[in-house]
């Protein structure tokens, strides 16, 4: 059994295609959907996303979003998404830069969720090439 | 009756204004291509994010706390018309249906004793509001000398408009773009951002997917409102700018047309005038040899 998975950012659609098992970085926490998943929308933090399909493996890096989940069907709007072998560092500046000024520009419970982004994106930063 | 040498300029002059208007028709062509295909690839995305919307906004609207950006804030006191207009003229109506649109509604709005405010995004809507409105205009977003639209620059937009309405200045925020149908139509278009206008989804609401949310719903609609704002505010610069580029071809296309229809009225002209002049010559040297 499959499903349908779609992931989409603003400027076009990055994959669709059938899987087994997608790999999502949500917001309270890594977890893995599977056909006849519980139907979920979910925000998502910067982190990875993985499409099992088959015996090949796609690693999508995705800087927030959503994630809509349904027995059939999942599909991820990334604010900012590339796959994860052809990324770049360049790429990820801007990305880095607003979730600076998003550290910068709150308080509180949102300052903490905010400076939590900014670690993944460094985290994630660190593997790319220059 | 005007001199050979002077319908011989004529001719010249318009001549070489086919040739720039026939240029600008094929930039525009090529603009064009690319224009559609940002914007198609970017149509995937609006419409998965107004799909998810729809499907979380049909539980949250029952709900007394729902975000303001989804239910409004009760009142509809003050406007936002947010106007979107090329940078650039020569685009045969383009522009000018858009702002025509917008001062429908600002008619409107006035005479139902509403106040509305006026955010011009590209130079060409706010010269043509400027006479009349002034009075009603903050800080316009200008782009000029921007290649290509991106979501930055739809994130900048949004900024504005969000960051006002969270300061609780407006109760409504309309955008006015104008959607691509096709080369030769461009529809003015009015679309209501804020209370979001979402589609009802068909069948009643309990037969809806019961999802499950992460983090809570209003976390979430909190979260993904103003990304829908933006997204939807990005697919009208994208469609303008694909309408701006179409209305801009087929402007040129009749530019073209019309002078080559002149080139040929004029060389007309100049070949008559030619002959006569010949003619007259001959009959003068003629009454003259016959003289003798």
Same mark, same amino acid.
């Given at each position: 059994?499959?499903?349908?998975?779609?992931?989409?950012?603003?400027?076009?659609?990055?994959?669709?295609?059938?899987?087994?098992?997608?790999?999502?970085?949500?917001?309270?926490?890594?977890?893995?959907?599977?056909?006849?998943?519980?139907?979920?929308?979910?925000?998502?933090?910067?982190?990875?996303?993985?499409?099992?399909?088959?015996?090949?493996?796609?690693?999508?890096?995705?800087?927030?979003?959503?994630?809509?989940?349904?027995?059939?069907?999942?599909?991820?709007?990334?604010?900012?998404?590339?796959?994860?072998?052809?990324?770049?560092?360049?790429?990820?500046?801007?990305?880095?830069?607003?979730?600076?000024?998003?550290?910068?520009?709150?308080?509180?419970?949102?300052?903490?969720?905010?400076?939590?982004?900014?670690?993944?994106?460094?985290?994630?930063?660190?593997?790319?090439?220059? | 009756?005007?001199?050979?040498?002077?319908?011989?300029?004529?001719?010249?002059?318009?001549?070489?204004?086919?040739?720039?208007?026939?240029?600008?028709?094929?930039?525009?062509?090529?603009?064009?291509?690319?224009?559609?295909?940002?914007?198609?690839?970017?149509?995937?995305?609006?419409?998965?994010?107004?799909?998810?919307?729809?499907?979380?906004?049909?539980?949250?609207?029952?709900?007394?706390?729902?975000?303001?950006?989804?239910?409004?804030?009760?009142?509809?006191?003050?406007?936002?018309?947010?106007?979107?207009?090329?940078?650039?003229?020569?685009?045969?109506?383009?522009?000018?249906?858009?702002?025509?649109?917008?001062?429908?509604?600002?008619?409107?709005?006035?005479?139902?004793?509403?106040?509305?405010?006026?955010?011009?995004?590209?130079?060409?809507?706010?010269?043509?509001?400027?006479?009349?409105?002034?009075?009603?205009?903050?800080?316009?977003?200008?782009?000029?000398?921007?290649?290509?639209?991106?979501?930055?620059?739809?994130?900048?937009?949004?900024?504005?408009?969000?960051?006002?309405?969270?300061?609780?200045?407006?109760?409504?925020?309309? &955008?006015?773009?104008?959607?691509? =149908?096709? $080369?030769?139509? #461009?529809?003015?278009? +009015? !679309?209501?951002?804020?209370? @979001? *206008?979402?589609?009802?989804?068909?069948?009643?609401?309990?037969?809806?997917?019961?999802?499950?949310?992460?983090?809570?719903?209003?976390?979430? &609609?909190?979260?993904?409102?103003? =990304?829908? $704002?933006?997204? #939807?505010?990005?697919? +009208? !610069?994208?469609?303008?700018? @694909? *309408?701006?580029?179409?209305?801009?071809?087929?402007?040129?296309?009749?530019?073209?047309?019309?002078?080559?229809?002149?080139?040929?009225?004029?060389?007309?002209?100049?070949?008559?005038?030619?002959?006569?002049?010949?003619?007259?010559?001959?009959?003068?040297?003629?009454?003259?040899?016959?003289?003798?």
């Amino acid at each position: 059994m499959a499903m349908q998975v779609e992931l989409v950012s603003p400027e076009k659609k990055l994959a669709s295609m059938e899987a087994e098992v997608v790999g999502l970085p949500g917001s309270d926490g890594d977890f893995a959907a599977m056909p006849g998943h519980v139907p979920t929308a979910t925000s998502l933090r910067p982190g990875v996303v993985t499409i099992k399909s088959g015996s090949e493996t796609t690693e999508y890096l995705v800087a927030g979003g959503f994630a809509e989940i349904t027995a059939e069907s999942v599909s991820i709007l990334a604010e900012y998404a590339a796959i994860r072998s052809e990324a770049t560092r360049d790429m990820f500046d801007s990305v880095r830069t607003a979730a600076q000024a998003k550290v910068d520009s709150t308080e509180g419970m949102r300052k903490a969720e905010a400076e939590r982004d900014l670690g993944e994106i460094d985290g994630l930063m660190k593997d790319l090439s220059a | 009756m005007p001199s050979l040498k002077d319908l011989k300029n004529r001719i010249e002059s318009v001549k070489s204004t086919r040739k720039i208007t026939k240029a600008m028709q094929m930039v525009a062509a090529a603009k064009l291509r690319r224009a559609q295909e940002s914007a198609e690839a970017a149509r995937p995305y609006a419409e998965r994010m107004t799909g998810v919307l729809s499907n979380i906004a049909v539980s949250a609207k029952h709900n007394d706390d729902a975000p303001t950006l989804l239910k409004g804030t009760g009142s509809e006191e003050r406007h936002l018309l947010v106007v979107c207009t090329s940078e650039r003229g020569l685009c045969g109506g383009f522009n000018s249906s858009i702002v025509k649109l917008a001062k429908e509604h600002i008619a409107k709005l006035k005479s139902d004793g509403k106040k509305p405010t006026l955010l011009c995004v590209g130079k060409k809507g706010r010269e043509q509001l400027k006479r009349d409105y002034e009075d009603l205009f903050i800080d316009p977003i200008i782009f000029e000398g921007v290649k290509r639209i991106t979501y930055g620059e739809a994130e900048q937009v949004a900024d504005v408009v969000l960051k006002s309405f969270d300061a609780e200045e407006y109760d409504v925020v309309t &955008l006015f773009y104008a959607e691509f =149908k096709s $080369v030769i139509s #461009q529809v003015p278009t +009015a !679309l209501q951002l804020v209370p @979001a *206008s979402i589609p009802e989804v068909e069948g009643d609401a309990a037969a809806a997917t019961q999802y499950e949310y992460e983090p809570d719903e209003n976390a979430l &609609l909190a979260d993904l409102l103003p =990304k829908n $704002v933006t997204t #939807q505010i990005f697919r +009208a !610069l994208l469609e303008n700018a @694909a *309408s701006e580029q179409g209305a801009r071809m087929s402007a040129m296309d009749n530019a073209t047309r019309n002078a080559g229809e002149m080139v040929d009225k004029l060389s007309i002209q100049y070949n008559r005038s030619r002959q006569a002049a010949i003619t007259s010559e001959l009959i003068e040297i003629i009454s003259g040899a016959e003289a003798l």
